[in-house]
């Protein structure tokens, strides 16, 4: 098992690293809550994770419906029924990962697993958040609400079972990304395409293997502790299914954009010039999770890295561009 470098955040200087590590993190006292109440449910309803329902609007833009009016509403809508949907998952995970979260250098932060949010706060208001969204959903439309009930039902089989079977669990990661994609589709009722399907979850798999194998790193030998299903990986073994994935998200974007399908559609065959987008967008990740010990939270990495976030806003201008531009047929 890889050994990390990472110091312990409770006790400056000393190495997280196997049952002494993992012991002063667990004895580390527990940060009492300072902030309001109402600041801490909100920090564990993660805003900064919300940027992952952005895939929400992929439908809306590659339908070329990205100026009618009603289907950007509905887009919106559902952007932000599953922004709380997602805040939901967030709060029920927090609260059934709270011992195990303790034990991590930098989760036992939060509120729940610091004790600044008390339990029964926060499953109430997960249960008042999840009444509420739902209904929206089915308020929108009713193959929306079937997503919706779809992708909770599906973070709660993770939660208690999913999570604990190798290879699966990256899979219902991905799962969960398809899932907010197809969500989108169906809220502005446009036909989901097989390219959605097989781009974005290979994109997702690449991104949740990369969070693994941070994981391992981070935590070295007290990773089993914190989560036992990383006992069944390795660097080695992640970085074997990182490069199949890798290469097969660049393979399936590269015929989407280049398909007779999709040229029929947009009337161009001018999609292929994004290629460059996401070739460089992979290798730069993987820049960052190898030389940065990056990937920990993708959301984060999208974020904070310029040079990552030029090239989404790069690929995405460049992708309306071509598709609404005059030269289309």
């Not at 312990?8 to 009492?32: F, I, M, Q």
């Not at 805040?87 to 995970?93: A, E, Q, S, T």
């Not at 600044?116 to 926060?122: F, R, S």
């Amino acid at each position: 098992m890889a050994r990390s470098n990472f110091p312990n955040l409770a006790v400056p200087g000393t190495p997280v690293d196997g049952a002494k590590g993992a012991a002063a993190v667990d004895a580390a006292p527990r940060v009492s809550g300072r902030r309001p109440l109402v600041v801490n449910l909100l920090i564990s309803l993660r805003p900064s994770q919300w940027t992952k329902n952005l895939l929400v609007f992929a439908a809306l833009v590659f339908a070329v419906k990205l100026f009618d009016p009603p289907s950007v509403v509905a887009a919106v809508e559902a952007f932000a029924i599953f922004c709380v949907l997602s805040g939901v998952v967030y709060l029920v995970n927090d609260v059934a990962d709270r011992e195990s979260d303790r034990r991590h250098p930098t989760k036992r932060h939060r509120p729940i697993a610091s004790g600044a949010l008390p339990i029964g706060t926060a499953a109430s208001a997960a249960a008042v958040l999840a009444g509420a969204s739902l209904a929206a959903a089915f308020w929108l439309n009713w193959r929306f609400g079937a997503v919706a009930i779809a992708y909770l039902l599906l973070q709660a089989l993770y939660s208690g079972l999913l999570k604990h079977i190798v290879i699966v669990d990256v899979l219902t990661l991905a799962t969960g990304f398809v899932l907010r994609a197809v969500a989108g589709a169906v809220a502005i009722d446009v036909v989901v395409s097989p390219w959605l399907f097989v781009c974005t979850i290979l994109a997702a798999l690449f991104m949740a293997l990369a969070k693994r194998r941070h994981e391992l790193v981070l935590l070295g030998d007290g990773a089993v502790s914190h989560r036992p299903i990383l006992g069944e990986y390795t660097p080695y073994l992640l970085d074997q299914m990182i490069v199949v994935v890798a290469a097969s998200t660049l393979i399936a974007y590269a015929f989407y954009t280049m398909s007779a399908e999709t040229v029929a559609k947009f009337g161009t065959e001018w999609l292929g010039l994004t290629i460059p987008f996401p070739l460089y967008g992979i290798f730069r990740y993987l820049y960052l999770v190898h030389q940065r010990e990056g990937g920990g939270s993708p959301s984060d990495l999208l974020l904070n890295d310029r040079p990552l976030l030029a090239c989404i806003v790069l690929w995405t201008a460049t992708a309306v561009l071509i598709i609404y531009g005059p030269w289309t047929r």
